[in-house]
């Protein structure tokens, strides 16, 4: 398959760099020639409405999707060629819930240990060292289907951090989620980047969040980047006391007949909505 | 471009890990996947023992009524002997041809993405799962072959040949998991899957040699039976377990290139079901 030699590369270098990254569902095109580079360290949040592109933009950066050679680089590796590597860089939490529930909380993540290769003398202090970080080592040997919604997102957030992942990448992480459960959830997040340097991708359809987490923001709107900035930037681009949801609202307009993957995207967050009650 | 000094690393020192040879990836990936199958298995005990239901009604009453009216020329091996390898088989085909809904489950609920960004080969996850079914038919082997021998067949004790039964059951399991795996990625949809696979098991089973020797089919069903999979995992099966003339090394050749092939199909579409 791919070449497994991780490469270093100067500090300078952005942890994603995509160049007109572009995609299409037969002949829907959900990402239609995005720019973007985030930048090692940073939390970066890529904004916009149902069938925006922003999860098919995931899907390439995380090698689910082929991307064009050229189109993504991770840390310097060219998603095209050298998926192994790129996949060892990342750890990654889809939008659904995609804990196992008939697992115990530590064999979910114990799975992803030995997924991830790591050595079996480390790997269980390690995956108690990532189910304390999220706050589940108490919790740990009961099973995943008496989890609250929270806690869930918290496990898979643990499965997602136990290869110490240099870059996480989070769609909608906290969909459905009550306002309690998701600061937990932002808050882990925050404690393990402040802790590591590790730089965290996120997509999420609530202001709020990115505003209050995000240190910089692309605002995608049918397949494309359409702002970039950080949240006051484009606070204060718009108009001064704007919100973000109105620079938001400004960008995106309110038309209704999205192409694309609209109803798969509905469909999906619906599900993972109605799965956490 | 050299030795630049590596990057912070997240949470841990040695970690993150350095890539293993694709020699040793396989098999651990393999032993990752088993590993999460026993323990589904430790915690819902309930599909082990609905599952031993129906292999149990066709030792007891096909088997014991096929037995008295001896309607089925099998030589001088007593038909339930001649029958319990063939059940075992068809458990095992069972469990597998319905294993691709979980990989369709696994899709709907975001794991199989998940599973795909680990740094796991797509070949490597499916021989993974191949295996996993492997060792789920395996718990339902142990059960018919308690079943079988409490029932009176006469089951060899010789360890290596029972080490030969293990084999071919993952080896059976694996082909017949990776067809249905293979259908999912075509199937997409799990509807679609369960009729399929509702459509197929039945000839597989009824035109292979679990039930009947091949010598008492008609043509047209022993071509079918020559190219079924299955029938060669009941050959070995019966060679090994109650010592029938069989073609091992043709048995084996057959469920080795048979797994190959599933393996590399079902890969192959993978990429299907998490676009």
């Not at chain 1, 484009?234 to 999205?258: C, H, I, M, N, W």
């Amino acid at each position: 398959m791919s070449t497994e030699n991780e490469t270093a590369e100067p500090a300078s270098r952005p942890a994603v760099a995509c160049r007109g990254l572009r995609h299409a569902f037969g002949g829907a095109v959900a990402v239609d020639g995005v720019d973007l580079a985030v930048a090692e360290g940073e939390i970066f949040g890529l904004l916009g409405p149902n069938g925006a592109g922003k999860t098919t933009a995931i899907r390439l950066i995380t090698t689910l999707l082929p991307a064009r050679p050229g189109m993504v680089e991770v840390f310097g590796l060219d998603v095209a060629r050298q998926r192994m590597a790129v996949r060892r860089a990342i750890g990654y939490l889809p939008q659904q819930l995609s804990a196992d529930s008939s697992l115990t909380g530590r064999e979910n993540v114990e799975l992803f240990a030995r997924l991830f290769d790591v050595p079996r003398a480390r790997r269980r202090e390690r995956v108690h060292e990532v189910l304390s970080t999220v706050g589940l080592a108490g919790a740990a040997e009961r099973r995943a289907q008496t989890y609250s919604g929270g806690m869930i997102r918290r496990l898979e957030l643990a499965q997602a951090l136990v290869s110490a992942p240099r870059l996480l990448i989070l769609d909608e992480p906290t969909i459905g989620l009550d306002p309690v459960a998701r600061d937990g959830v932002w808050d882990r997040i925050q404690e393990v980047r402040r802790a590591t340097g590790m730089t965290v991708l996120v997509t999420t359809h609530y202001m709020d969040e990115a505003d209050q987490h995000c240190d910089r923001i692309a605002l995608m709107h049918r397949g494309r980047v359409q702002a970039l900035g950080t949240p006051s930037e484009l606070k204060s681009g718009l108009e001064p006391g704007a919100t973000l949801e109105e620079v938001f609202r400004a960008y995106t307009g309110d038309q209704l007949d999205e192409p694309g993957d609209d109803f798969r995207d509905a469909r999906r967050t619906r599900r993972t909505a109605s799965r956490l009650g | 471009m050299h030795a630049a000094p590596a990057a912070p690393q997240a949470g841990s020192a040695d970690l993150p890990l350095p890539p293993r040879p694709p020699w040793r990836l396989l098999p651990a990936r393999v032993v990752a996947m088993c590993i999460v199958e026993l323990q589904k298995m430790r915690h819902d005990r309930t599909e082990l023992y609905t599952r031993a239901i129906q292999p149990a009604l066709w030792l007891l009453i096909f088997g014991e009524t096929f037995s008295r009216i001896r309607a089925i020329p099998t030589g001088r091996v007593p038909y339930l002997d001649y029958l319990a390898p063939g059940i075992l088989a068809q458990s095992a085909l069972f469990i597998a041809i319905f294993y691709g809904i979980q990989i369709i489950w696994e899709r709907d609920a975001g794991v199989l993405a998940k599973l795909l960004v680990t740094p796991t080969p797509r070949a490597a996850l499916i021989t993974g799962k191949a295996f996993a079914a492997g060792v789920r038919a395996l718990t339902q082997a142990v059960a018919i072959m308690v079943l079988s021998a409490l029932l009176g067949v006469a089951l060899t004790v010789n360890p290596l040949r029972w080490l030969g039964v293990v084999v071919i059951v993952m080896l059976g399991t694996a082909f017949f998991s990776c067809l249905s795996m293979t259908i999912a990625g075509l199937a997409i949809s799990r509807d679609r899957l369960m009729g399929i696979g509702q459509a197929i098991t039945m000839p597989l089973f009824f035109g292979s040699n679990a039930l009947y020797p091949i010598a008492v089919m008609p043509g047209w069903l022993r071509v079918i039976s020559h190219v079924n999979p299955l029938s060669y995992e009941v050959d070995a099966l019966r060679a090994l377990l109650i010592g029938t003339p069989g073609n091992l090394p043709l048995d084996v050749a057959v469920l080795v290139v048979a797994a190959a092939a599933g393996i590399a199909a079902a890969s192959a579409l993978l990429g299907r079901l998490v676009r």
